[in-house]
């Protein structure tokens, strides 16, 4: 059995005091949101804090509201459960509602917040390993160690950036708020990422993320996430496809977008989609021949890397399989993309 190492838990009650306790603490103090990649990683002593602050008293960070302008603003510690149920959520945004549907499964969805699947750090399959595996190898660059074991003498980490919520939110435009004992900040969810699997998110240490925000959507919006995984029932994706499609009056294409996870330290935005799916009619029989452009393009600038479990040509096979079905389904409104 692991045994979690030895730390202190404070419970502040405000975001001040949370606030106040990291900027004392410095460095050896992080936060804990539902825990559900924070403590395995701990037990795998991944990260060794001596203070650990709980956000879950914090009941300002909870909660999915809708502003002025129509936005929908979700408090960092809503749960997962909470936003694949909202019908807010699932009406305004359905790419994000059935995202956070396929995270995990359903008692870590309970627990994991929608902050932490946004914060979650990169995973590759000789990182997240107990202590006593990552040694017998050598440790590796990310932690402990000094090599990296999928690029043979590569100079940079390319851990996967795993978190199925980051995709989706990146079509829809969101931007995430921030705030420290500096102040407040909004960053664009597009300008939060590094291309570097150690650390891939343009975060200070003692800023804590307080809210989602997803623009308001209008009657053209069509969203779907697709999702390939091993197990049907629970695993991080070894693909995870969201696409945006906007409409107008006559269901012909007026913008579209798709991002691509679980392949390098940031998620990916699909270039060029212009030519394949603009102005093309989703109920017209032009539609499947651009879901096929639109799936060419994504594989041939979509190249997985040996970072996570499951063969990476295998995954990139899937990569135009899964573009094409999201597409449709997006266009049909048929719910997530994934299999049993
Ligand atoms: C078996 C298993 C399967 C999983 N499958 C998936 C999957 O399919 N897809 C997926 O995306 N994830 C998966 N996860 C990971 C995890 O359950 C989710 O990502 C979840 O959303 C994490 O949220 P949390 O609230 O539990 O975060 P925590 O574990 O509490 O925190 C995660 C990280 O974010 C930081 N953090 C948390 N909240 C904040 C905040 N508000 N501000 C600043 N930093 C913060 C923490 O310090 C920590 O570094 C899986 C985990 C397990 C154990
Ligand atoms: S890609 Fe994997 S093996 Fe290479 S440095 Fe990063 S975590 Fe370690």
């Not at 825990?35 to 956000?55: A, I």
Request: glycine share 8%.
């Amino acid at each position: 059995m692991l045994r979690l190492p030895k730390f202190e838990l404070r419970t502040p009650t405000s975001l001040e005091q949370a606030l106040e306790l990291l900027a004392e603490a410095g460095p050896s103090a992080l936060v804990v949101a539902g825990g559900t990649d924070l403590v395995p990683n701990m037990k795998h002593e991944l990260f060794t804090p001596e203070l650990v602050v709980s956000l879950a008293g914090i009941a300002e960070l909870r909660g999915i509201q809708r502003d002025r302008e129509g936005a929908l603003v979700i408090g960092a510690m809503t749960s997962l459960e909470e936003v694949a149920a909202s019908e807010l959520v699932r009406a305004q945004a359905p790419a994000l509602a059935q995202a956070c549907s396929l995270v995990a499964g359903p008692q870590l969805r309970t627990m994991g917040t929608l902050g932490g699947n946004v914060m979650l750090d990169t995973r590759c399959q000789w990182y997240n390993q107990t202590y006593f595996w990552r040694k017998a190898l050598g440790f590796c660059m990310k932690k402990d160690g000094e090599l990296c074991h999928v690029v043979a003498g590569g100079k940079n980490c390319v851990a996967a950036a795993s978190n199925d919520s980051a995709p989706a939110l990146m079509t829809l435009g969101a931007a995430l708020e921030f705030e420290s004992m500096t102040g407040a900040r909004t960053t664009p969810i597009d300008e939060l990422w590094l291309a570097d699997g150690i650390r891939n998110k343009k975060v200070e240490h003692g800023e804590i993320l307080t809210r989602v925000r997803v623009p308001a959507t209008g009657a053209g919006h069509r969203g779907a996430y697709g999702k390939l995984r091993d197990r049907g029932s629970i695993d991080f994706p070894l693909l995870g496809v969201a696409v945006r499609l906007e409409l107008d009056a006559g269901q012909r294409i007026e913008r579209a977008d798709i991002v691509v996870t679980a392949l390098a330290a940031q998620p990916k935005r699909i270039a060029k989609l212009a030519d394949a799916l603009h102005g093309v009619a989703i109920d017209s029989e032009d539609f499947e021949r651009a879901c096929e452009s639109a799936a060419q393009l994504a594989y041939k600038q979509c190249r997985p890397l040996p970072n996570i479990p499951g063969d990476h040509e295998y995954r990139r096979e899937m990569v135009p399989v899964y573009v094409r079905r999201t597409l449709r389904a997006a266009a049909a409104r048929s719910g997530p993309v994934h299999h049993m």
